[in-house]
């Protein structure tokens, strides 16, 4: 527990408490008497309905918010049309309005729709002030008539970039240059953009930059200014800006306040630090400062962001717990020694602690330390009550959003909340509109009054990587007593990101930048004996007979063993890979993440069944230069297979960093071994040498072909091109498309497989003459010209450079427009390998920048006409790797999902940074070569071996065309083929129901569906070569019935087409083995398997689906 800096005069006790109640009861049977009026009834009966919050936020968000008025008047008709049951909170006018609107908005959208939001406007009149000139200016001067000052706090677009922080900043010092208004909150999140946490220092030195003058207008126009904060990682930002900028020269007799927020444990220490400045201050001649004591209001999001992160919710658990640390707060705040230098403003609509903070400043003779704020138009019968009972007429401040009638929809995010927080059982609000009334919250006030001492004060979130690592590293080999990684507890659980919201990870991430990784350089081989010396020791090594519990055990020392390289990968990312500190640390976890989770499949291998690839040869890229080159070390160690890793030249360094992590971790030095290669005869023999059972390749197509043109009968598993779209339509929120689509375009400079190459906009999304059109070019461009490019060793860096050669695609895509396109924002080159972002407009389909990876930070836009034509135009690039759709409506959503042809499709979020098992990552047609099977996913390991039938399979009932079509044949092939293939059957029929026919979300986020599915190839080409036995023809026949998928037989004379599954029988050609290689064809040869969970996966391909499920904190029902 933190000691209090001073000892009150007066403590809090049971007579204290009796009064604060009776007090609070006088308040209520006051405000009762003096009857609600009609916003208030219609509050309460809203947040009492079952049915009608969930319907306030539809109506708010997909009513009232979209530009499109055709989108909203789809919602309306969905929300309050025939079949649709209308909440009770609504009396018969609005029912009627709302029956009559959903009948005619379809048919007259821009008639029934402006209707339909001036109706909305009116309705939360009372909560969200229009902040235009006239409207504004009736409401402070009723205000000021009854005695009210207001804390204006202005609501507007997104902060995406430096110009709409500008403009909430300008229009912030035009509020506060009126004469009428004397009180202003702003938050650091809203007058600067793309704060980037890692640099704590950098960002309060631009917001210092950006605040000075708006604080010095402030002080000369004798308007009090108040620092907000809603996010948890802003609490150690806004607590440095406000003391920096109220130090600064000019400033130290100016008076200025700051929110703490009673849900975080850790705003005990921040308030003793606010109070230490406060006297500081005021002892050096310098004014007092404000604190305002708020419970907090971004619990929803605060929640799904920890669940998202698996970090620990920074709030309290329990709003008991919130309570109690309120009252300590007020305790600690409240008192005499403390009146002279620090305001208190006692923002609450909790009357029992309202009147408890009244009775202590009344017990400490600091009534005039202290005043309360109440939320405008929320329970003003209740905040006339308790002004009434006030020292002084402006001790009842009114905290006030105000928004521009354009920017009305940018209030939908503070009415969710507030909606949401009200109707919440444990909100004293929601007890005040009860019948019983607050009355009934009597016993949990004087709990929070009894635990005010004990509640935790110490951060929920308390991780420290230094410390961390220190203690895995001691752990390492030691007793089964040992501290365990998350991934030994209870099955696999993905390894949190490190939180750069905690003092000791910022101070642990500048210490890693600024150092020099250690390394020692493996020699690189020229010489193909070498090399061979290299794979035949891989050969002989005796990994494969390691049994598959051992194997996993190991795996999972070497998620210790990268956990405690950490610091060690993370130098050396940034120093060589150029990377951001955001961009790596992630990386780092999922390699974590890979060796934990390959750790369980190794487990699951049974040696009766499977046999290990004697040699496995991984050929990784430079853009993710630890997460893919050891995710596919460790798939081949956890499969049994011994493996040669090359990494690529440009990131050499990482790879022998986290190579040696493994080897530390116990895995024998002959069954990893790294080499460096020239990319000539030695290279070459690498991938050619006859031990090599497996290569796995992340990398372009080209390198894929060259690969299996050195030997057509290689088994390559290969990741390899992209070229990623993602769709928005008119029913997208353009702030958080535009977000989504700038990280995932320019993320590590637009250097990832998974980069969101295209944007292809819908509709009126796609039209610059539409309110939603110029929205997003304009959120778009504003987001980009602000992206920071540098270093990555410089935390305030947004996008790295470019770490690989500027490839002649590259260089066109930088440099030179096609016919019809525009520099929506032209790249410039600013030396080295740093490029300022691009953006073109007019990207035309089929044409050159529609097809081609460009693998760098260039963005096209292209319009569609509907959402049918950007599906097909998302489909027609050839590769299937990632996609996107940004739209809130349910049936788009439903739609797109059905027709998107890539491996791993999002919605309402960014297309990149793929996690473990979350959503397993891989691409479908020209994205990938091979089985198919996606890393880190539930099939990867089981593609590093050969497979064979089990003595028993698992059986249900053959129905529909499987059971068709072996009615068919069972004439005419033998009784022991037909039993086998009856058998086959059933063991299909039951991977159907259990695997394959079944969506699968293992991680089960409630704000974040993450499916893992199997979808039917559209059609598969079963090559029958010489040799083929019939049985094993009918055999994938069968597989096909089973997943409805048409299967045709070919001879091996076929033609491959490009990115195409071929399945083989029998002898295959190596002519046909070649073609397909020319053309980027899988083919698969290996043994036909009557065991349907091995079988089926050739006509099936994997896919996962990650689906934002919230908005704004609230998981939609």
């Known amino acids: ?21 009776g007090r609070a009861a006088r308040w209520s049977e006051a405000s009762v008497s003096g009857g609600h009026d009609t916003a208030t009834r219609r509050l309460a009966s809203l947040v009492h309905d079952p049915d009608g919050v969930e319907f306030a936020l539809r109506f708010v968000d997909r009513v009232a918010r979209p530009d499109d008025d055709r989108v909203a008047a789809r919602e309306l008709a969905r929300l309050a049309g025939r079949g649709a049951t209308l909440p009770g909170f ?75 922080a500008d403009r909430r900043l300008e229009r912030t010092l035009a509020l ?17 953009s793309q704060l980037v946490p890692w640099d704590l220092e950098g960002s309060r030195d631009r917001l210092v930059e950006r605040l000075t003058p708006l604080v010095e207008a402030a002080r000369d126009e004798g308007v009090f200014v108040n620092l907000d904060m809603e996010e948890y990682k802003d609490l150690d930002l806004t607590l440095a800006l406000f003391t920096t900028l109220l130090s600064r020269p000019g400033l130290e007799g100016y008076s200025a306040g700051i929110v703490l927020q009673a849900y975080l444990p850790d705003s005990v220490a921040a308030l003793e630090q606010v109070a230490a400045f406060a006297r500081r201050r005021v002892a050096a001649g310098g004014a007092p400062v404000k604190v305002r004591l708020v419970k907090g209001a971004n619990l929803a999001m605060e929640r799904v962001d920890a669940a998202l992160h698996d970090w620990p919710q920074a709030p309290y658990a329990t709003k008991a717990e919130v309570d109690a640390n309120y009252v300590r707060l007020l305790d600690h705040a409240l008192r005499p020694e403390l009146a002279d230098a620090l305001r208190v403003g006692v923002a609450s609509h909790h009357l029992h602690h309202v009147a408890l903070a009244v009775e202590l400043a009344a017990a400490r003779g600091v009534e005039r330390q202290m005043d309360v704020e109440m939320l405008q138009g929320m329970a003003p019968a209740q905040a006339d009550a308790v002004a009434a009972d006030l020292p002084s007429d402006e001790s009842l401040v009114l905290y006030t959003p105000v928004v521009h009638r354009e920017d009305f929809d940018a209030a939908v995010s503070y009415l969710v909340r507030r909606l949401e927080e009200n109707a919440g059982q444990e909100n004293y609000l929601y007890a005040m509109f009860s019948a019983a009334g607050p009355s009934s919250y009597v016993d949990r006030f004087r709990a929070s009054v009894r635990d005010r001492d004990t509640v935790a004060d110490s951060p929920r979130r308390t991780q420290d990587r ?58 690189e081989l020229t010489d193909p ?95 993710f230069p630890v997460a893919i080159p050891l995710g596919g070390c460790l798939a081949a160690l956890a499969a049994g297979a011994a493996v040669v890793i090359k990494p690529a030249p440009q990131v050499r360094a990482c790879a022998e960093v986290g190579v040696a992590a493994l080897h530390r971790a116990g895995i024998p030095a002959d069954a990893l071994q790294l080499v ?345 080409r079963l090559v029958v070569g010489v040799g083929a036995a019939p049985r094993d023809v009918l055999r994938v026949r069968l597989a096909g019935a089973c997943a409805g998928v048409a299967v ?23 002519t046909l083995r070649r073609a397909a290689a020319e053309v980027g064809a899988s083919l698969v040869d290996t043994p036909v398997l009557a065991d349907g969970r091995r079988e089926m996966l050739s006509v099936l391909r994997e896919q996962a689906v990650s689906v934002t499920r919230h908005r704004f904190g609230h998981v939609e029902a």
Request: proline share 7%; aromatic share 6%.
């Open 676 to 1020: 460096h290669t020239d990319e000539g005869a030695a290279g070459q023999r690498l991938i050619t040498h006859p031990a090599v059972e497996r290569v796995v390749l992340t990398g372009a197509s080209a390198t894929a072909a060259l690969f299996r043109s050195w030997r057509p009968d290689l088994p390559l598993i290969a990741e390899t091109s992209g070229k990623n779209a993602l769709v928005v339509t008119p029913a997208a929120d353009p702030d958080l498309a535009v977000a989504d689509l700038v990280r995932s375009a320019f993320g590590h400079a637009g250097q990832k497989c998974s980069a969101a190459s295209l944007a292809i906009l819908v509709g009126p999304a796609g039209d610059p003459r539409s309110a939603i059109g110029r929205r997003l070019r304009r959120q778009l461009v504003d987001a980009v010209t602000t992206l920071r490019v540098g270093d990555g060793r410089d935390l305030g860096t947004t996008m790295g450079p470019l770490v690989g050669e500027l490839t002649p695609q590259l260089e066109r895509a930088l440099t030179t427009l096609d016919d019809g396109e525009s520099w929506l924002v032209e790249p410039r080159h600013l030396g080295g390998a740093q490029w300022t972002p691009g953006v073109r407009d007019g990207v035309a389909p089929g044409s050159w920048f529609h097809r081609t990876e460009c693998f760098g930070p260039v963005l096209g836009l292209m319009t569609a006409a509907t959402l049918d034509e950007a599906i097909a135009w998302q489909n027609d690039t050839g590769f299937g790797l990632t996609g996107g759709l940004h739209s809130l409506d349910a049936d788009e959503i439903e739609y797109w999902g059905e027709r998107v042809e890539v491996g791993n499709a999002y919605v309402n979020r960014h297309i990149t940074g793929a996690i473990v098992q979350r959503q397993s990552f891989g691409g479908w047609k020209g994205s990938v070569v091979g089985p198919g099977a996606k890393p880190g996913g539930p099939n990867y390991v089981a593609q590093f071996g050969t497979w064979r039938d089990p003595s028993e399979l698992p059986a249900a009932p053959v129905t529909g065309p499987a059971a068709d079509l072996l009615a068919a044949i069972a004439p005419s092939v033998a009784a022991d083929d037909l039993a086998w293939l009856r058998a086959a059957a059933g063991s299909d029929a039951a991977a159907w129901r259990d695997e394959f026919g079944v969506e699968h979300d293992p991680t089960g986020i409630a704000a974040e569906a993450n499916v893992f599915r199997y979808r039917p190839l559209p059609s598969l």
């Open 90 to 164: 609504a009396n018969l006018v609005d029912r009627t309005m709302l029956r009559a609107g959903a009948v005619l908005a379809p048919q007259a959208p821009r008639l029934v729709v402006p209707l339909a939001r001036r109706r909305l406007r009116a309705l939360v009149g009372h909560l969200v002030v229009d902040a235009s000139g006239r409207t504004l200016r009736r409401h402070l001067a009723a205000a000021r008539a009854q005695g009210r000052r207001l804390n204006l706090n202005l609501l507007g677009e997104a902060v995406l970039g430096e110009a709409e």
């Open 529 to 623: 004996a070498a090399v061979d010396v290299v794979l035949d020791r891989a050969a002989a090594s005796t990994w494969g007979t390691t049994a598959p519990e051992e194997r996993a055990r190991l795996l999972r020392e070497a998620a210790r063993a990268l956990a405690v390289a950490r610091t060690e990968l993370l130098t050396v990312m940034v120093g060589e890979a150029g990377k951001t500190v955001a961009e790596a640390d992630p990386e780092i976890s999922e390699v974590i993440d890979f060796a934990a989770y390959y750790a369980d499949r190794a487990a699951e291998l049974a040696p009766t069944r499977f046999s290990p690839a004697r040699v496995v040869v991984v050929t990784p890229p430079w853009n």
């Open 466 to 523: 230094s410390a961390e690592m220190e203690a895995m590293a001691h752990s390492l080999h030691l007793t089964p007593g040992r501290r365990r990684s998350p991934a030994d507890e209870g099955g696999f659980h993905n390894e949190p990101d490190t939180d750069p919201s905690l003092p000791a990870n910022r101070d642990w991430a500048r210490r890693a930048v600024a150092a020099t990784p250690a390394v020692e350089r493996e020699p």
């Open 1048 to 1070: 045709v037989e070919v001879g091996d004379d076929v033609e491959p087409v490009p990115g195409e599954r071929l399945r083989a029988v029998g002898e295959v050609p190596t």
């Open 1 to 21: 527990m933190s000691e209090q800096v001073i000892a009150p005069t007066a403590e809090i006790d049971e007579p204290m408490v009796e009064r604060a109640v």
């Open 176 to 192: 506060i240059r009126r004469p009428d208004v004397d009180y202003v909150s702003v938050k650091a999140s809203a007058v600067a």
